[in-house]
């Protein structure tokens, strides 16, 4: 496939077996999301908390190795206004927001690193499962944007002061351990398959649970997060401006060529 064509690439996919809906994202750039992507996840989310044969959610990637990248580099890089810049962030907010809002809990299940919006995308699941090679990084001020729409969802799993360790030292990995510690990960366990098997028992766990109560208990998960929607998309605009500036533009063409 071209480079001009791979934003195209990817798939968002989702099945539901025995009241359990599984929805996987893929890209094969290390998991990142263009717009697309992200637009396709946000819906299946949403679906999925509509459909009532599903009484919980597990959110997961393919392949064995990175959770998820983050922003579609392609994407980042072919930004040319404000609006459009906007537009591409809001596309991470709509997923934070569509788990926010889905009544059924969702289980994360993240088999690598996780990076910029990835991040994010781990922190907006209620209870998040994951691999002792599940390292985690904001990378978002390497490039000179800063973790302003995952920054919410970041910040009310981890506290402020993790979420700052984790947004300063934006080019340092912090282990899946140190992310279990500041509480965005609940389980780690050696080996995928041992993950795999903790996400189903607990999934199954919550199938035979009273449906009314995990409902009650998710919207008291996040009390006190309803201005999310206005919050993320002025959180959006503010990277859409930044993506457009002389540093940010400088920095994203030079990683474009070592690539």
Known sequence: ???SDNRLAGHVKSHVENGIAVIEFF????????????????????AAGKNPEVAVIVLQSGGERTFCAGASFEELISIEDEDSGRRFFMGFAGVINACRKCPRLIIGR????????????????????????????LS???????????????????????????????????????????????????TLEAVDQAVMALATNLVNSNPEAQRLLK???WEGTGHWDELLEERAAISGRLVLSEYTKKTLARFAQQQ
């Open 1 to 3: 496939m071209k480079a």
């Open 27 to 46: 890209h094969p750039s290390h998991n990142s999301l263009p717009g697309r992507l992200l637009a396709e996840l946000r819906e299946a989310i949403t």
């Open 110 to 137: 993240v088999q690598g690193k996780a990076v910029g919006g990835g991040v994010g995308i781990a922190s907006a699941v209620d209870y998040c499962i994951a691999t002792q090679n599940a390292a985690v990084k």
């Open 140 to 190: 978002e001020l390497v490039v000179g944007i800063g973790p302003f729409v995952v920054g919410p969802a970041v910040q009310r799993k981890i506290g402020a002061a993790a979420f700052a360790q984790l947004s300063i030292n934006a080019s340092q990995f912090q282990s899946a351990q140190w992310a279990k510690e500041k509480g965005l990960y609940y389980e780690v366990h050696e």
């Open 219 to 221: 919207a008291n998960l």
